[in-house]
């Protein structure tokens, strides 16, 4: 090299060089010329040829290199590599392409790509082959390869590669093994099934019980409906029954407890009670809640809350022809007579009571007079 030296290991490489070099001037040396001119381009042809010797062996280093980086990757890849000529035939395989296979490498070179294809895709595999070449564009599809006694599912891209005629000339076939993708999808799909039949179910069983609750609805409606119209049949009785209380010529008296604490009754007995109408008529009471109006008097004698006619049939006594006097402080004594009847709840036990009496103070005046002639 000019203005320099070769390394050591390369030395008799140069003079290989030199020499043939050498034998391409063999005009110089047929004709010598001792000028310094001749021996100048003699130097410097030389050179030349050895740098570009020297050039082209760094440019085949590079491509070796480059060819062997492309190699490794090509052996190294995770997805399977198949040159096959037109017929299917396969020319080439990489590493991966001979582990999916699952046979040698020897078994698989010039053997037909549609050997290791399952019966059931066979067709598929030469349709898509055909499909390629005739339509000059990449053709892809899914088919299951055997691999000794296990079935795997791949995914082939095949790309046509065609000659100067356009004519079919091989295949470059891409394989990837899809089986871990297609366990998952399975599972998954399993999976969704059994979710989906589950909720079918549980919809199913949500419906049923949605119809019965709307039945129930429907009934609990047409149980308020009738309901509602019995208090309005009720509400019209008791009003009816409060008419026909007013009506009556009698102090009748309702008590609601077999202890004869809330009694109530018609216009009648409030005006002979001298309270207002609706307020709770029982003497029973303690004394600041009862009503101060009037005194209940037997025979001279005020009566003890429950020796009172009201009280004592509310507690299951039958009261027949009762007499008995309403004292008032500013007003007359006002004498009355009556019955009084229990009333029973639905085990037989008393639950209050219902009396009737009448006014008899004339009668009373009356038959004093008569006494007195």
Sequence with gaps: MY???????????????????LKKIDDFEKHPDTSDTVYKLKSQYIELNLKNMELEKSLQELDDSRNRMYYDLYQ???LGYFSLDKDGKIKSVNKT???????????????????FVAPHFKNMFKFTLLTAANNHENQKCELNIVQNNDTLFTQLEIIPIFDEMENIKEFNVILIDISEHKKLESKLNYRYDDLKEKMDARVSELLLVNES???????????DKKLRASEKREQARSEEFARVLDAVPAAVWISHDKDGLWITGNQLSYDYLDIPQGANASKSLPPQEDPQAFKIVKDGKEMLPGEMPVQASSAGKEIRNYEFDLIYPEKEVRHLMGNAT?????DGKPRGSVSAFIDVTKRKKRKCKWLRF
Excluded: C, H, T
């Design 3 to 21: 203005g320099g030296e070769y390394p050591d290991e390369k030395k008799n490489e140069i003079q290989r060089d030199i020499e043939k070099i």
């Design 76 to 78: 190294s890849s995770p």
């Design 97 to 115: 392409g001979v582990r999916v296979l699952g046979a040698k490498k020897e078994n698989i070179v010039d053997s037909n790509f549609n050997k």
């Design 213 to 223: 609750l709307e039945k129930i609805i429907a009934k609990n409606e047409l149980s």
């Design 342 to 346: 229990p009333l029973y709840d639905e």
